[in-house]
């Protein structure tokens, strides 16, 4: 099973950027998908983005035009740059990696939005 290890979480004001990243353990090329999740306190996990192994990008209609996911598989690592942040987007954001027969999760790495 290969982990997911995610960073670059933290306070940030409103306006501001952060860039997630997600390391994965072994190669990520045996995913179909890379995605990011989050979860705000009382709420349900939430899809924010996701990238396949092609490179085709899919993103949460309130994420579009301010996040962008990428992935660099030489790198076993995945992105989440996220720019324009407002407290809406406060969260516990989470790395999830998935093809047939496997799918893993890191722990979560906390963005906090406030002035």
């Known amino acids: 099973q290969v982990q997911l290890v995610e960073s670059g979480g933290g306070l940030v004001q409103p306006g501001g950027s952060l860039r997630l990243s997600c390391a994965a353990s072994g190669s990520i090329r045996v995913f179909n998908a890379v995605a990011w999740y989050r979860q705000a306190p009382g709420t349900e996990r939430e899809l924010v983005a996701t990238?396949?192994?092609?490179?085709?990008?899919i993103y949460a209609d309130s994420v579009k035009g301010r996040f962008t996911i990428s992935r660099d598989d030489a790198k076993n690592t995945a992105y989440l740059q996220m720019n324009s942040l407002n407290p809406e987007d406060t969260a516990v954001y989470y790395c999830?990696?998935?093809?047939?027969?496997?799918?893993?999760w890191g722990k979560g790495t906390l963005v906090t939005v406030s002035s």
């Open positions: 999830n990696a998935h093809t047939s027969g496997m799918d893993s």
């Open positions: 990238i396949t192994r092609g490179g085709f990008r």
